[in-house]
């Protein structure tokens, strides 16, 4: 495995904490870096309070997290029971092709010339703060190859995402408690922990109980056993309270369950970075009431914002986070291009139950009256619509963003959501028909959106899942047929497609091809391009029939420069993949398996079938 060698000073040597390997003597076997009976102590105490966070957290009401996290917290439970050290948790914990739910990051080979742009874009946003960067480090217990030597220390990929959000926050406070929603494997608190900028007295990170295992061993290895307390019982947290000004412990875990006993407990910032965005839309209210309530100053959120509605990526909410009126934004900036567009807000809350004033945030809807709406401009905006009770003023925006964006941004379905709360009575009839037919459209897009990605060697996993739960079952079907309806009926020698109870007729034209049709365990796979060759430019949708009925719709959007090359530019993106699980679909025979690319109004095109072997093979009930 990669050594990586460089004499920088350990992590016990930063702050006299439990002996680490220097990054020279880094590997995966922990052999020579903890007492054992330390390692084996982590590693009890870490199990034994994710079960007991399970147990109790399987009797609270609690809204769902979602078929993405559902998946990643039953491998992270069956996992958390096979590691033999820390180090392994640790490992598992930042592997993308493992785990693939915390974290991405970039090989040794490719992380210096990253790290020169980033410390450079650093320096150059935050001045105040350039003579400090190089105390921000990678652990030197981080995975080999994720890690390399960059001016005299180690740094990573994702360790510059990270500063950047603690120096924004710096920026507008200098928290002496902090609490983090959704805290990752403990990389951000070890960070605000060890950095020559600023460190706060105490870091608390609610979670599931699944992702705080991985925290708990994490900051247990580098920072002792006594330094972080896992909160079980109201109890737990009067002794959080009491020795948080003694310096001890520095972490406290609560486990999403227990949010009730830490109802009182004052914090200086809120964070969410990266992790809300995935959620459910249920526990994305649930934590915006959460914060409401809770006796906080400052919220710092970085999550996907402004994504196209069609490609949502990992999103599994049409808008993240959903502050109240109670806050009042201090920095706002949009980054990125869809699908990896970001939002980044700091808010800080009005004092008692007050709301801001509409007539403090009208100046920003004045600004972008004129000129043709830009990403930024509506993430700003869309901030703004939160203090507006003028149905004339949100619709307006709404209209904005379908004509003048480049595509349709998630968050109007949030605003045609808060339309339906609203008088639209105001408005013209025109608009009124509009508005009706907008919700209509964009509202069955993304229903069941929550089933969406898991990373590709999950997807057996979230599929038993699916395969439990009926209700579930439904609303994945409906999210694979992408809340449409169609069949496939003979009219004498031709066929037409019947799709939302409208006829669609069916071309001899070539149209793209399956290259693929065959079975992973309990899912049928599809795959292939379409696209229009005649006018070389993409189609609107790929419908999948089986047995004379549509069981999926997609969009093509995966790159293929082979077709590219052969139709022009304008086909760059036709591939499409479909997997449908036996779970969802129900029985299945592959030979009775068309897909068609919607061409044009009324007009489709059947994809040729070009794989190699046609499997015929039907889902059969298990017995």
């Known amino acids: 495995m990669t050594r990586v060698r460089n004499p920088v000073p350990t992590e016990a040597d930063l702050l006299g904490v439990m002996p680490v390997a220097r990054p020279g003597d880094m590997s995966s076997n922990e052999s020579g870096m903890f007492d054992r009976s330390a390692s084996a102590e982590i590693l009890e105490r870490a199990r034994s309070n994710l079960l007991d966070a399970v147990l109790r957290g399987s009797k609270a009401p609690l809204p769902r997290p979602g078929w993405r996290w559902e998946t990643y917290a039953l491998l992270s439970r069956e996992k958390a029971m096979e590691f033999c050290t820390p180090m392994e948790a640790i490992h598992f914990a930042q592997s993308p092709v493992h785990h693939g739910g915390f974290e991405s990051r970039l090989s040794s080979a490719r992380i210096p010339d990253l790290a020169g742009v980033e410390e450079r874009n650093l320096a150059k946003e935050f001045p ?57 494997y403990g990389a951000p608190a070890r960070l605000w922990m060890t950095n020559a900028a600023h460190r706060p007295r105490q870091y608390w990170i609610v979670d599931l109980p699944e992702s705080l295992f991985f925290a708990d061993v994490y900051l247990m290895v580098h920072f002792g056993i006594g330094d972080v307390l896992y909160i079980v019982s109201p109890a ?56 409401d309530k809770q006796p906080c100053r400052f919220f710092y959120s970085f999550n996907y914002a402004v994504q196209a509605l069609e490609r949502m990526e990992e999103s599994m909410n049409v808008a993240a986070p959903r502050l109240s009126r109670r806050w009042v934004t201090r920095f706002i900036q949009h980054t990125g291009e869809t699908p990896y567009a970001f939002g980044e807000i700091l808010a800080e809350k009005c004092g008692g139950d007050s709301e801001i004033p509409y007539e403090e945030i009208a100046g920003r809807w004045r600004r972008y009256v004129d000129g043709r709406l830009r990403p930024g401009a509506f993430f700003d905006l869309l901030d703004c619509a939160r203090f507006s009770d003028d149905v004339r003023e949100v619709w307006s925006l709404v209209k904005r963003a379908v004509n003048e964006l480049e595509y349709v941004p998630k968050e109007v379905v949030h605003l045609l959501r808060r339309l339906q709360q609203m008088d639209a009575a105001v408005l013209p009839a025109e608009d009124r028909i509009v508005l009706t037919g907008l919700q209509q459209v964009f509202g069955k897009r993304v229903v069941g959106v929550e089933a969406g990605s898991v990373s590709p060697h999950l997807e057996g996993i979230r599929d038993k899942l699916v395969l439990a739960d009926p209700v579930l079952a439904k609303e994945a079907g409906s999210r694979l047929r992408g809340g449409w309806s169609g069949t496939l009926e003979a009219e004498g020698a031709s066929e037409n497609l019947v799709i939302n109870e409208k006829a669609v007729k069916v071309s001899d034209g070539f149209y793209g091809a399956i290259e693929r049709l065959g079975f992973e365990g309990e899912a049928l796979v599809v795959s292939g391009w379409a696209g229009d060759t005649q006018s070389r430019k993409p189609v609107s949708k790929v419908v999948c029939f089986a047995g004379g009925s549509l069981v999926a719709v997609t969009e093509p959007s995966i790159e293929r420069p082979d077709i590219a090359g052969g139709f022009g530019a304008g086909l760059s993106r036709p591939g499409f993949r479909l997997r449908l699980p036996r779970s969802v679909v129900g029985p299945i025979d592959s030979s009775t398996v068309r897909c068609f690319a919607l061409v044009a109004e009324g007009i489709a095109g059947e994809l040729r079938q070009h794989h190699e072997q046609r499997v015929v093979t039907t889902f059969e009930p298990r017995r």
């Open 128 to 184: 105040q703060f350039a003579d400090l960067l190089s105390s921000f480090t990678e652990s030197p217990l981080s995975a080999p190859p994720t890690v390399a030597a960059f001016r005299e220390r180690l740094v990573s990929s994702p360790l510059y995402s990270h500063v950047r959000f603690i120096l924004r926050c710096l920026c507008y406070c200098r928290p002496g408690r902090i609490c983090e929603i959704g805290g990752g």
């Open 236 to 291: 737990d947290v009067e002794r959080a309270v009491g020795n948080c000004t003694q310096g001890a412990p520095r972490f406290v875990l609560c486990s999403v369950h227990n949010l009730p006993h830490m109802a009182q407990e004052r914090f200086d910032l809120v964070t969410n970075t990266l992790s809300m965005q995935e959620m459910s839309e249920e526990y994305v209210d649930f934590y915006m009431r959460w914060l």
